[in-house]
């Protein structure tokens, strides 16, 4: 259960860094995913 709370809060953060637009491709926002995990995890 933990690991799904912080999958869903890493995805959500990986979205805000990634500072997306419409034309915005998943692989950008896909990239700030490990930043996203260290940052909640640290």
């Known amino acids: ?5 912080i999958a869903t809060k ?3 953060l ?3 860094l990634a500072s997306p637009s ?3 491709q ?3 926002i ?4 490990p930043e996203a995990i260290k940052t909640l995890l640290s």
């Open 1 to 5: 259960e933990e690991a799904c709370v």
């Open 10 to 12: 890493a995805n959500r």
């Open 14 to 16: 990986a979205g805000a």
């Open 22 to 24: 419409p034309a915005t």
């Open 26 to 28: 998943i692989s950008e």
């Open 30 to 33: 896909i990239n700030f995913i």
